[in-house]
Each structure stands twice: as structure tokens, then as C-alpha cells.
């Protein structure tokens, strides 16, 4: 076990952790941000997306003794209000089934369109394809990527 | 609802939200903003929810709360239940608030989400839950006015005495309206009166999911809450032999090992008590990291083990059950169906004289179809929270069928029913899977034994290698061609591991003269459970292929001889209790062919296929139009026609239908899982493959039917056909057919 100082959605957070515990689970165990999802723990589904500096990054591979003096943003401080550009088209577009994935995907894209603000659907496949979505919302992901480009540029 | 420690509460994590479309989720913080002017007179309590009955609660400012009855994981019954029930209550979509309403089937009579029929079972249920609490409210300004009821109307949340130019919200009736019993008989709207139905609306539960609030019983937490997680066998047919903590024990943050029976000794199984392997040694500890890596340090001894029996009371009544012993392989699995397919079968169903028509055929057409085992993958892995006290059995769970797991929990808890309580947390996927609530007797055993609360964490290598897949299948289609180049006999032989997926009274049954279904299984001691659409997922895909195949060999165009052969059972039905109704079968075919510009000019050179299947009480057609690169298939679009009668919620059902087109070219191209020596290969997403963005299609483009017909179902009717639509398309794709899933196995060996 080990002190480390986080910087988690702006904040500083101390947690006493053994050094090899994943991001992912100092966030959602004891943090109690659960808004960063366990899909696999290999960094094959992207349900743990964060972004760390501005980047995306999969969690559950991210050992807290590397994240440092890193910005770590999850889900709930991507938005005080919840209305990311990328939130607000995932709604209009209704994207969700189960939801479970979503936090990943909405992390990802957020990720993806702070580096390319006009991907094109290729550039969102090759970036998203790391985020599973089991329930197959992928074309609606496609499109609500888009709408927030459009509504970004604005 | 949980105890006052609880972090997690319903209400209390959920922030105000703007208005995204209706149907919004509030907390606690909203209160501070009613003004007291807006309270009833005579009640200057801080304002509460009046509830007029079970379904329904109004506040004094409008604010209407709809329960929504059954689990959900994905299918937005959470929005289409409280629809129906709005409509009928003639609510302000607008003024309505959603929640999630916990296990309690006195209350809300039927809580099971599971073949396709939430909708379907509830409609007449939630269409009089709604209409009994308007009739309340409108007695209730009967007697303020006292005039007849019948001189009042009530719309968008008021009702109005149009006489006496008056009216009156139902925040205003509400407390006087929940003091009359609730009446026994009602009045349904007719459905050509609904302003709501039939209207696209948006996710009830859309903020709270984009902002990562905690939904799914993963993400429960309470104080003192401990992680447990269950170790079993790492393969199939091997059972616990013995095990040492010692090591294990030493671990940071680890609290206690021990080893659970699931079922006590001679417990007898329900259908959906399906579980993989009894005997499991379990890890408890504060925190899931440490947990993780402390079961790593058991030393555990597995053993075979031997072939057993067991009674199963399934819904065809008592059967035993045999589980033999043994380590199989995929391969032994292939070799063996195909063994069955020599052996004679069980006659399932037999029209005319086959045999003679065989005897006498000019060609005969014969293609063998298989499928393997697939996971359900569900994208949240399977937990539990229970916490078993003497007082009471608390659980937050995510579980498809709470009815189901009540006797199962309390004759293997040893609690008395009285005092289970089971929260339905939302569910990040079911697809089957949580229709087999095995983990919630297993968290409940982990409490009792620990005397503490405990939340069971499956890893996603526990979750994709403990069992409860879809079969894998095999299957034979056989056709009679006489000189005339009529079909003059069809013979489908067919089985699987352990369960065969033969329909053998649906379509093509009751177009043929001569018919012939058989049907065959092999036990194992892999386990099965429903997944999405169980038996139809490939039977459907095999039928549609070989009916295609047919076609091209008589020169028939594929939808025009389907519909031939649709037209010929309606005129003139073959057999008995064939299950389909041939118009609805021919509708779907129609749209899509439609919608599709099928054997238009400007879809001459599309490389498509198309498919259509009844199941689940709905008609599904799709076609699919694809392109190769670099020997991959790109789907460039998909058509698809369903009829589910009355659309509940337009934006639902299209998003339905476009996820299980995505799942079904997923599992087609990809999905499958292969055992060697008792064990599964593939143990997470880096060795099993999913379909992800870049294999989706580019378009997905969904029809309705639009008749009358009381609302059927969406989660699984449009999932078996997509396997055909898919196999036809890439025939015309690669000039190759597609006999054995997963495709991508074919596609990427040469020749």
C-alpha cells in the first residue's frame, strides 16, 4: 500500500492503494466513481475509457503509480451539467440501449474529437473500434459523433 | 428501500435535469423548489408523492410518477411500459417521472422480461393501470363539481367540465382521488384515440446514462459492503477437489475463503436454476483489486467429475437430466453431431409421404447447416448484492425473471418468502443470460456465511467461460425436385448439443405436401440457457439459406417463391397447427421488398440477400446489401420490415431492430466459442471477437407495418433472419454459400 495524489475532474484525492491497482478501480472502489465501467480488464472493450490529460486511456490498464500529477477526467467531470457536445447529441439521438458501454463510448469521443473536430466516418470507426457495444448502437454512436462535431464547430 | 447508510439510493444521487423530451428522472433537490402555494391546502407537510394506485403517483404540482414494472436491460421497457400506462391516465408525458419499481408481484402482477413478451403481456394490465387512475381522478372531480362524470373530459394531465368552463389538474385531485377505491372495471381508449403511442420518445433514463450515474448493480455500494468473487472448475466436467488458503489468506484486504454447494443436496432443479458447477471456493475482501489478485494464490485441486442425473422440473414438466462425464472438444462435438445425423431420429412431424417423394425425385437438394456455442457476453459482467440478515433478505440484482429465483433463494437460503426484497437493478445487457439467477443464490450464501453484506463480482473471464451458452446445432435440409422443377418434398433432420433448435409446425411447414422433420440431441455438461431468440438464432438462418439455395436451383426469384410458398399454406394449409399467419409472413416480405428496391434497376448489381422469420409472436424481414474488401465483408446497408403490430414507442423499436441486425451479422461473421479438453479458449474480448464500429453497417433503415394488432414483441423476432440475410448476401458477394458460423472462418480460408 501507498499514498498517491490524484487529480481526478479537477480535484485533488489522496488514496492509500497498493501501486499496481488499476485507475479504474481506485476510481470506482474507492473513489466511488462508478461511472468508469469493468468490461474485461485487458483494455479489449473501452468501457474504462478516461482521459488523462485529454487523452483517451483505458483504465483498467492505467496502474495508479503512473497516472502522477496526470488530469484524470471521468464521465462525471466531463460536464458539470451533463451537457458535453457529445452528451447532448448522444441524447437527441437517443442513443442508448442498456447503457452499460456508453460512458466508454462518450469518453472516447470526446477524446477523439478534441484531437480531429471534423472526423470522418472512417476516422470514427478506426478511433471507436476499440468501445464494444453488445447491444449494437454503433450506427446511432456514428451519428451522434457527428452531431456534436457539427454542434462544436458552432 | 435499503438502509439510511445506503450511498446508492434511487433518488438521492440524481440531480435536476432540463427537460430533454419527457419522462424525466428527479431527486431530492427539486422539493426545495416547490413553492407552498402549490401545496394542497390542509397539508403543509413537505409535499409527497399521492399515490392513486400501485402504478401511479401524482404530486400537488402535476408532477405525475409512473412505476415501470419489469427488469430492464436494454429494451427501453422502462419508457414503453410507462407509455401505455400515460396514455390511458392521459398524463403530460412531459409532467411524468419514471421509476424503476422493485420485485413485488402482488403490486404489479408480472415482472418477467424475457421472450419478447413484456409488451405484449402487459398491454391489456398496464392500459387498465393507467385508465383506473384517471377514472379515479375523474370521479374525484365529479364529486368536487358534483356533476356526472360522464360531462367531464381529461387531457395532458387536467380534467375539464367543459359546461361549467372549469377544470381542475390532477395534482390538485390527487389526494381526494387516492381516497376512492380503485375501480374493478375500466374503459380502454380506442387505439385510433392514443396521442402518445405510437410517438417517438426518448430513453426515460438517457441523462442519467450519459453521466455515468450509478445504475447497474456493479456499480452498487453500501457501507461495510465486502467483494466476494467464486472460483470454479477451468473446464467442463472437472469439479473442486480440494483447495488451500493459506496463501491466499495472507493477501492484502482479504477478509475470508471458504466453499459454497450452490443447491443443497437433493434440491430440485426449476427450469431456470440452470448452474454450471455446485461446488465453488469463494474469496471475500474489501476491495475487488485485492480480491483479484488473492484468488490467484489459491492452491485448488480439480478433479473429473462423474457422469450424474438430475431431475429438472422445465416447463415441459419432470425430466431427468443427464450430465455425462468427460472433457469434450469441439471437434468431438462436430464429429459427433454428424454421427447423429446418420442415426434415425425422433419423428417430430410428418406430412404425406416424404419417403416416396424422394424415391421419386429428379434432383434432390441437400445442404448441412452448423452453429457453434456462443456466450451471451452481456457488456456488464454477472454480479449480486445481497445482504441476508434474520430480518431480511435484501438484494439489488440484475435478474430478467425475479419470480423465477423466489423459491430457488428461499428453499436453498432457507429464508421465509415474506422476507425477500429484491431491488431490479438496471441490467448492462440480458440477451438470456439473466434469466438463470444462479449468482443471486450464490451472493445470498456469501452473506449468510460472512453475517455481512456482500457484493458477488464475476471477473469477464469468470462471466464468458461459466456455462449457460447457446447451443451449438447442427442441421439438414433435404428437397425433392421433380422434372417439373416443382419441390415436391421437404425433409429437415437436425439436432444439437443439448438441445435441438427443430420448430418443426413453423414455415416452410404446411407449404409442402410432403414434410418430414427429426430431431436429435446430445447431452453434455456444457450448459445452455435461452439466448436471444433460443433455437430460432439458427434454425432461422439455416432455413432462409437453404430456401434461397432452392430458389436459385428451380430459377425462382428468393422473395417471389417465398411468397409463393406462403400464398400456397394459406390456400391450402398442409397438416395442422402450423404456427404462422401466412399474410403477416407475406407483409414483411412485401415492405421490405419494397423498401429495398428489390429487382429494381438500381439495385441490379447489389450484392444481396434476404431473409424473413416469425418468432416470438413478430414478423421480421431484412436485406442485406454488402460489398468485399480485401476478402472482408463491408455491409454497405441493411432493409428491415417487421410487423409487431401497434408500434409502443417508434424510437425504442428502431433501435431495437438496428441492434439485433448488429448482433446478428456479429454472431454470424464472428461469434463462437471452441472447447478443447472441457476447456473454452476464448476467455475475454482479446481471444473472443465481437463485432465492433468499424464492422457495423455504413446504414440500417427499419419499416413498420402499420396495422391494429394488439403490440407483439421487438428484442428477439428481428434477430434470426439477419444469419440468412447475411449468408445469402455473401453468396452473392464471393459466388460461395456459408454453411458453418462463424462465417469469417470460410471467408478467411482460401478456395
Known amino acids: 500500500m501507498a499514498k498517491f495524489n490524484l487529480k481526478v475532474n479537477g480535484t485533488n484525492k489522496e488514496v ?33 475509457t478516461i482521459h488523462l490529460n485529454g487523452k483517451a486511456v483505458r483504465s483498467c490498464q492505467l496502474p495508479v503509480s503512473a497516472a502522477g500529477n496526470l488530469e484524470i477526467t471521468t464521465i462525471e467531470g466531463l460536464s458539470e451539467k451533463g451537457d458535453h457536445p457529445v452528451q447532448k447529441a448522444w441524447l437527441e439521438l437517443d442513443v442508448a440501449q442498456c447503457g452499460y458501454c456508453q460512458t466508454g463510448q462518450i469518453m472516447s469521443a470526446s477524446a477523439l474529437l478534441k484531437s480531429n473536430p471534423h472526423p470522418s466516418d472512417a476516422d470514427i470507426d478506426n478511433f471507436m473500434s476499440g468501445n464494444i457495444c453488445r447491444c449494437g448502437t454503433y450506427l446511432r454512436i456514428r451519428e451522434a459523433i457527428q452531431t456534436a462535431a457539427r454542434n462544436t464547430a458552432k | ?35 407552498p402555494t402549490e401545496v394542497l391546502a390542509g397539508n403543509t407537510a413537505a409535499a409527497e408523492w399521492i399515490e392513486l394506485t400501485g402504478f401511479v403517483k401524482i404530486m400537488p404540482d402535476n408532477m405525475v410518477k409512473i412505476m415501470s414494472p419489469n427488469p430492464e436491460f436494454g ?92 377544470s381542475l389538474t390532477y395534482g390538485a385531485l390527487a389526494t381526494a382521488a387516492s381516497k376512492l377505491p380503485i375501480p374493478e372495471k375500466v374503459e380502454l381508449k380506442k387505439t385510433t384515440d392514443f396521442s402518445l403511442l405510437g410517438t417517438a420518445q426518448k430513453n426515460v433514463e438517457g441523462q442519467k446514462i450519459v453521466t455515468g450515474k450509478p445504475l447497474f448493480t456493479l456499480d452498487y455500494h453500501q457501507e461495510g459492503m465486502l467483494i466476494a468473487m467464486t472460483i470454479r472448475p477451468t473446464a467442463f466436467g472437472m469439479q473442486l477437489k480440494s483447495y488451500d488458503a493459506t496463501e491466499a489468506l495472507k493477501m492484502p484486504g482479504i477478509k475470508n475463503v471458504f466453499d459454497i454447494k450452490v443447491y443443497k443436496e437433493g434440491y430440485e432443479r426449476a427450469g431456470f436454476d440452470t448452474r454450471t458447477f455446485n461446488h465453488l471456493v469463494v474469496v471475500v475482501g474489501n476491495t475487488t483489486w485485492e480480491v483479484m489478485n488473492a484468488r490467484k494464490k489459491l492452491a485448488i485441486q480439480w478433479e473429473p467429475m462423474p457422469e450424474k442425473k438430475e431431475m429438472v422440473a422445465g416447463w415441459g414438466g419432470k425430466k431427468e437430466e443427464l450430465i455425462p462425464a468427460g472433457l469434450e472438444s469441439s471437434a468431438d462435438h462436430m464429429k459427433n453431431m454428424r454421427g447423429m445425423q446418420k442415426k434415425p431420429a425422433p419423428v417430430l412431424r410428418k406430412d404425406g409421404n416424404p419417403e416416396a417423394a424422394f424415391a421419386k425425385a429428379k434432383k434432390v437438394l441437400e445442404r448441412t447447416y452448423s452453429a457453434p456455442f456462443l456466450p451471451h457476453n452481456t457488456m456488464e459482467p454477472i454480479s449480486c448484492f445481497a445482504h441476508v440478515t434474520e430480518e431480511k433478505a435484501f438484494f439489488v440484482a440484475p435478474t430478467q425473471v425475479p419470480d423465477f429465483i423466489r423459491p430457488t433463494l428461499v428453499a436453498n437460503l432457507g429464508i421465509s418468502a415474506s422476507k425477500l426484497e429484491i431491488q431490479l437493478a438496471r441490467m448492462g445487457g440480458g440477451f438470456g443470460r439473466r434469466a438463470y439467477c444462479h449468482y443471486m443464490v450464490e451472493a445470498g450464501l456469501i452473506s449468510q456465511k460472512i453475517k455481512a453484506p456482500v457484493k458477488l463480482v464475476y471477473t469477464r473471464e469468470d462471466d464468458m467461460t461459466n456455462g449457460v451458452y447457446r447451443p451449438s446445432y447442427m442441421v439438414t435440409y433435404k428437397a425433392a425436385i421433380d422434372e417439373k422443377n416443382n419441390v415436391t418434398a421437404i425433409h429437415i433432420k437436425g ?67 417465398r411468397i409463393e410458398l ?70 454497405e446497408k441493411v ?51 465481437m463485432i465492433r464500429h468499424r ?56 478456395g
Not at chain 2, 420490415?641 to 438496428?658: K, S
Request: aromatic share 10%.
Open chain 2, 75 to 166: 429494451q427501453n421497457v422502462i419508457t414503453s411500459m410507462p407509455m401505455i400506462i400515460a396514455e390511458e391516465l392521459d398524463a403530460d408525458w412531459k409532467k411524468v417521472v419514471v421509476e424503476q419499481a422493485d420485485f413485488n408481484i402482488p403490486k404489479y402482477k408480472s415482472q418477467f422480461s424475457g421472450g419478447s413478451q413484456s409488451i405484449r403481456q402487459g398491454w391489456q394490465l398496464l392500459r387498465k393501470a393507467g385508465a383506473s387512475a384517471k377514472a379515479m381522478l375523474l370521479q374525484a372531480a365529479a364529486a368536487e363539481w358534483n356533476v356526472p362524470v360522464a360531462e367531464l373530459t381529461a387531457s395532458q394531465g387536467v380534467v375539464y367540465h367543459k359546461a361549467g368552463n372549469r
Open chain 2, 495 to 561: 439436432g444439437g448439443i443439448p438441445d435441438n433448435a427443430i420448430h418443426a409446425n413453423r414455415f416452410p411447414a404446411g407449404a409442402f405436401d410432403n414434410y418430414l422433420a427429426e430431431g436429435w440431441t446430445i447431452p453434455s455438461n456444457i450448459t445452455i440457457g435461452a439466448f436471444r431468440a433460443p433455437g430460432s438464432n439458427f434454425i432461422a438462418g439455416a432455413e432462409q439459406s437453404f430456401l434461397d439455395e432452392l430458389a436459385e436451383t428451380i430459377g425462382k426469384d428468393p422473395i417471389d417463391y
Open chain 1, 16 to 48: 492509500d492503494v497498493d501501486p499496481a491497482t488499476p485507475v479504474l478501480w481506485v476510481l470506482r472502489d474507492h473513489l466511488h466513481l462508478t461511472g468508469t465501467k469493468y468490461g474485461c480488464g485487458v483494455a479489449s472493450c473501452g468501457a474504462c
Open chain 2, 695 to 750: 464492422e457495423a453497417p455504413k446504414k440500417i433503415e427499419v419499416h413498420f407495418v402499420k396495422n391494429n394488432i394488439d403490440p407483439t414483441g421487438l428484442g428477439e423476432p428481428p434477430f434470426p433472419p439477419i444469419f440468412g440475410a447475411m449468408a445469402n448476401a455473401l453468396y452473392k458477394a464471393t459466388g460461395k454459400r456459408f454453411y458453418d458460423q462463424p462465417f469469417i472462418n470460410a471467408l478467411n480460408t482460401k
Open chain 2, 566 to 635: 406462403l400464398q400456397k399454406a394459406k390456400a391450402n394449409p398442409v397438416g395442422k397447427n402450423n404456427d404462422y399467419d401466412a399474410d403477416r409472413y407475406i407483409g414483411v416480405l412485401e415492405l421490405v421488398k419494397e423498401k429495398s428496391d428489390w429487382g429494381k434497376p438500381n439495385t441490379k448489381n447489389a450484392r444481396r440477400g434476404v431473409a424473413a422469420y416469425f418468432c416470438h409472436n413478430s414478423y421480421a424481414a431484412h436485406v442485406v446489401d454488402l460489398t468485399m474488401k480485401n476478402g472482408q465483408p463491408v455491409v
Open chain 2, 1 to 35: 428501500m435499503g438502509n439510511d447508510k445506503n450511498i446508492y439510493s434511487r433518488r438521492s444521487f440524481l440531480k435536476v435535469s432540463s427537460l430533454t423530451g419527457g419522462g424525466m428522472m428527479i431527486g431530492f433537490s427539486w422539493m426545495a423548489s416547490l413553492k
Open chain 2, 639 to 689: 432493409v428491415s420490415a417487421m410487423d409487431c403490430g401497434l408500434v409502443v414507442n417508434p424510437e425504442g423499436a428502431t433501435n431495437m431492430v438496428e441492434g439485433a441486425v448488429v448482433d446478428g451479422i456479429g454472431n454470424a461473421l464472428f461469434g463462437g466459442l471452441v472447447f478443447e479438453k472441457g476447456e473454452p479458449k476464448q476467455k475475454n474480448f482479446n481471444q473472443y471477437r
